[in-house]
């Protein structure tokens, strides 16, 4: 129903600030929470918030509030991702996610292929 593709990704010194953008496609959308969701090597998943048709993002974990922030642009059926003052701890493959329901344990539905974010020290 829906497909999710996903960039932005590189490498970016600590400090530095990336956008990652992610195009959703599909039926509805505007029925769907669209956000970002991370995986480490070697670590768990760890999702960073999501957002619906209006209002902000939720969900933020410690790991990244006040740090990173999800918007939407509706007309371009776009969902963002804007880091500011990364850390090489941010290192991680950077899913774009979507789902019916809001949830912070990474029950969603619909997965992007993941873009590689990089952050050195």
């Known amino acids: 129903q829906v497909q999710l593709v996903e960039s932005g990704g590189g490498l970016v010194q600590a400090g530095g600030s990336l956008r990652l953008s992610c195009a959703a496609s599909?039926?509805?959308?505007?029925?769907?929470?669209l956000g970002w969701s991370r995986q480490a090597p070697g670590k768990e998943r760890e999702f960073l918030g999501v957002?619906?048709?209006?209002?902000?993002?939720?969900g933020y974990p410690d790991s990244v509030l006040g740090r990173f922030t999800v918007s939407r642009d509706n007309g371009r059926e776009t969902v963002y991702l804007q880091m500011n003052s990364l850390k090489p701890e941010d290192t991680a493959v950077y899913y774009c996610i979507a789902g019916l329901t809001f949830s912070r344990s990474n029950d969603y539905e619909f997965w992007g292929q993941g873009t590689q974010v990089t952050v050195s020290s």
């Open positions: 957002i619906g048709w209006s209002g902000p993002g939720i």
């Open positions: 599909g039926r509805d959308l505007r029925t769907y929470w």
